[in-house]
């Protein structure tokens, strides 16, 4: 099955509204042919990418004119490329693969983990001990695979428009010692580093905040430049991954990632407690 990729997402959603203002059915437009019921499904829910001549059709009956005509051929050609895809992403689940698609394109990034440091800001050796723990069978080439694709998602922070990331994690994540205390001491000092930059925000829920809505599981929400783009939800957990991109999704996990941001310390609070976890593990390597 195809990636679910911001080009395609936005092709789906320009034919959608082009019907919709057309005041056309689904059925009205598969009522005469040639396009099947199946083949204008998954173009609007951006399953798969219609043929040149099936686009063609449907902008003829959706009354296009020559402007929309030229965007729209934009939006396809820009749906069939994957230039984020690298050769070792093939072994990488399709929604983990769609994800990174929508993080290389997107302007902003909310993320909240319940158990683990954000991935956009995990170090290298976190991540291995992190995918190693969580992946017991994993192969020595999966376990490479899947920190370098980590790691590559890493590179939107730092390219000339970077992504906003605005990342809460609980507590937990902090004293976990994933890696033992020598990886978690250089994953504090990389959490400083990166604070630093005016794109990245970290907060920190504390213990003392008691029961949060946060605590059913991790989540991700991404938004776009592009005017009338819908925000994607990524959600990775233990029965699997998911990615969602309904209006009513987007806001319901909009809405949690703001009361679990209300329910965190400040960014100078949060960094008070990356700081205080950082000393504790180096204190634990000075002592060992």
């Known amino acids: 099955m195809t990636e679910k990729t911001p080009g395609l997402r936005s092709l789906a959603l320009a034919l959608r509204r082009l019907r919709e203002a057309a005041g056309m059915s689904r059925e009205d437009v598969i009522a005469e042919g040639p396009v099947s019921k199946s083949t204008l499904r998954r173009a609007e829910n951006a399953e798969a990418r219609p043929n040149r001549g099936t686009l063609h059709h449907l902008l003829t009956r959706y009354g296009a004119d020559a402007a929309t005509r030229t965007e729209i051929d934009a939006l396809w050609e820009e749906a069939g490329r994957q230039d984020f895809l690298r050769p070792f992403h093939a072994d990488l689940r399709r929604d983990y693969k769609a994800w990174i698609a929508c993080e290389d394109v997107a302007a902003q990034v909310r993320s909240y983990e319940s158990s683990f440091i954000p991935g956009?800001?995990?170090?290298?050796?976190?991540?291995?001990?992190?995918?190693?723990?969580?992946?017991?069978?994993?192969?020595?080439?999966?376990?490479e695979h899947h920190v370098q694709a980590r790691i590559e998602r890493q590179a939107v922070l730092v390219r000339p428009k970077p992504l906003t990331l605005t990342a809460v994690m609980d507590q937990a994540a902090l004293r976990r010692a994933v890696g033992g205390p020598h990886v978690m001491a250089e994953q504090m000092r990389h959490l400083q580093t990166l604070a630093e930059q005016p794109h990245i925000t970290l907060h920190v829920i504390p213990w003392s905040v008691g029961?949060?809505?946060?605590?059913?599981?991790?989540?991700?929400?991404?938004?776009?430049?592009?005017?009338?783009?819908?925000?994607?939800?990524?959600?990775?957990?233990?029965?699997?991954?998911?990615?969602?991109?309904?209006?009513?999704?987007?806001?319901?996990?909009?809405?949690?990632?703001?009361?679990?941001?209300?329910?965190?310390?400040?960014?100078?609070?949060?960094?008070?407690?990356?700081?205080?976890?950082?000393?504790?593990?180096?204190?634990?390597?000075?002592?060992?």
Request: hydrophobic share 45%; net charge negative.
């Open 120 to 143: 956009l800001v995990q170090t290298r050796d976190y991540a291995a001990a992190v995918i190693q723990g969580v992946w017991p069978s994993a192969t020595s080439t999966d376990l």
């Open 211 to 288: 029961a949060h809505p946060g605590m059913p599981g991790s989540f991700a929400v991404a938004t776009f430049t592009k005017a009338g783009e819908p925000a994607v939800v990524y959600i990775d957990g233990m029965a699997g991954d998911a990615l969602l991109d309904s209006e009513q999704d987007a806001e319901h996990y909009t809405e949690i990632f703001a009361a679990l941001q209300t329910a965190a310390l400040s960014t100078r609070d949060s960094l008070a407690l990356i700081a205080e976890a950082a000393r504790e593990f180096n204190h634990e390597l000075e002592t060992a």
